[in-house]
Each structure stands twice: as structure tokens, then as C-alpha cells.
């Protein structure tokens, strides 16, 4: 279990944060008008609409510059890449080449927007945030059921605060969960933390980790 700032994750992925009960209020994106940032401005093929956005942070991408045997170092700022139904198939599958070929290149080569994208790329392969109500991360009932029953394990001063935290959503094995006072991120995570965690593991029978965060 960690300790996060105010809403870290969201203010990563540029998402506001979610209603109380992410399972009755869903979490909203505006996506009108952006475009996706998979396709090539020099390409004929056109992609869907936008509906994932993928978080990449700021790295620095080594560029050859033709015929000098000299590199330059420029960097990729962090920020959201926008992406279609389409594209997002492709990259979470690192198809690069193929999705190259689609867009007219029949030699498979990847432009290097898309290598500035491969270089600054967050937490890793696979990974995007949907943008419709329909594929918005939620909490899986397995996951609403263990808590509960991880809680109960613990001494009555651990457990009345456990109680009061609300589990919000899941994101790549990782539960983000909203604690009533600001107080109890640290003390919880330092209290009870590491055994929280274990028995959600064997409860669930895979591996998770917990983030906790302040009130909203």
C-alpha cells in the first residue's frame, strides 16, 4: 500500500476526478474535437473517433541525424496521446509495423512521432484509459467482496478506519481506494498496509497493490 497526493492519479491522466461511487456515477471525459494522435498528417488513411487516451510521461528520444553518425537528444513532454478503436488495437499489441502498413506505408516503417510516443509510454505495454462510459475502469465484484472480508481480520481501531474507506476503481491491478480523513492515508498505510495487502492477494487469488488517497 502507498500514500498518494490529492488526486495524483487523476491529475496524471489529465481526468477529473470520479463521482463518490464510481459504480453508479461513471467517470467522464470530454473527447470532442481531438483528434487521434496516431495518425500521420502526411497519410491518406483517416482514423474513428477518439475513445482511449494513453499517459506518457516526459522522456528524452534520440533522434540519428542522417549521414553524420551523430545523435541529437530531444524531449517528449508528458501528456495524453488520444487514439481510435483502431490505432488502440494496434499499439496495445505493438503492432507497429501493421498499423504503419495501414496508414499507406507498405515498407512498415514507423514514423517518429510514434517512436517519441514508444519512448515516454506509461506504466507500460498494453496500457489505456477509456474514454466511454461503457469501458470505464470500475471495481469488480470479487474486489467488493474481499475487502470486507480483508478488514475483518484486523483489531477494532484499524478496522473502524478501514471500514471507512471506499474502494473506487481498479487500474492495472492497482485498487485506488478514498480514505474519510486525511490522517488515516499514512497512519493506515503504515499500520496495516502490507497485511491489507497480502490477504487481498490470497483472497483474490492474483496480484494487487493499494493506493490510498485523501478525501476529495
Keep these: 500500500m502507498d500514500s498518494t497526493p490529492p488526486n495524483n492519479l487523476y491529475e496524471l491522466l489529465g481526468l477529473p476526478?470520479?463521482?463518490?461511487?464510481?459504480?453508479?456515477?461513471?467517470?467522464?471525459?470530454?473527447?470532442?474535437?481531438?483528434?487521434?494522435?496516431?495518425?500521420?498528417?502526411?497519410?491518406?488513411?483517416?482514423?474513428?473517433?477518439?475513445?482511449?487516451?494513453?499517459?506518457?510521461?516526459?522522456?528524452?528520444?534520440?533522434?540519428?541525424?542522417?549521414g553524420t553518425g551523430r545523435?541529437?537528444?530531444?524531449?517528449?513532454?508528458?501528456?495524453?496521446?488520444?487514439?481510435?478503436?483502431?490505432?488502440?488495437?494496434?499499439?496495445?499489441?505493438?503492432?507497429?509495423?501493421?498499423?504503419?502498413?495501414?496508414?499507406?506505408?507498405?515498407?512498415?516503417?514507423?514514423p517518429a512521432e510514434w517512436q517519441a510516443f514508444r519512448t515516454a509510454r506509461l506504466p507500460g505495454n498494453g496500457y489505456a484509459w477509456p474514454l466511454v462510459a461503457h469501458r470505464l475502469p470500475t471495481v469488480h465484484k470479487a474486489v467488493r467482496d474481499a475487502w470486507p472480508r480483508a478488514v475483518e481480520a484486523f483489531d477494532d481501531e484499524i478496522r473502524t478506519r478501514l471500514e471507512n474507506v471506499r474502494v473506487l476503481l481498479e487500474v492495472e491491478g492497482r485498487l485506488y481506494a478514498r480514505c474519510q480523513q486525511a490522517e488515516d492515508v499514512g497512519w493506515l498505510a503504515e499500520k496495516c498496509g502490507e497485511r491489507l495487502t497480502a490477504s487481498l492477494i490470497v483472497l483474490l487469488g492474483r496480484p494487487v497493490s493499494v493506493a490510498l488517497l485523501p478525501p476529495a
Excluded at 476526478?17 to 497519410?43: H, N, Y
Excluded at 487516451?53 to 540519428?64: D, H, K, M, T
Excluded at 501528456?79 to 499499439?91: F, I, K, M, Q, S
Aim: glycine share 8%; proline share 7%.
Design 71 to 110: 545523435t541529437m537528444s530531444f524531449p517528449v513532454e508528458a501528456g495524453l496521446w488520444y487514439a481510435c478503436e483502431r490505432c488502440r488495437r494496434h499499439v496495445k499489441a505493438d503492432r507497429w509495423a501493421d498499423l504503419a502498413r495501414e496508414f499507406g506505408r507498405t515498407d512498415g516503417q514507423v
Design 17 to 66: 476526478a470520479p463521482q463518490p461511487d464510481v459504480q453508479s456515477a461513471a467517470l467522464t471525459i470530454e473527447s470532442a474535437g481531438k483528434r487521434c494522435d496516431f495518425w500521420p498528417s502526411l497519410f491518406a488513411a483517416e482514423c474513428g473517433p477518439v475513445v482511449w487516451a494513453f499517459p506518457c510521461g516526459r522522456a528524452e528520444r534520440l533522434v540519428n541525424i542522417g
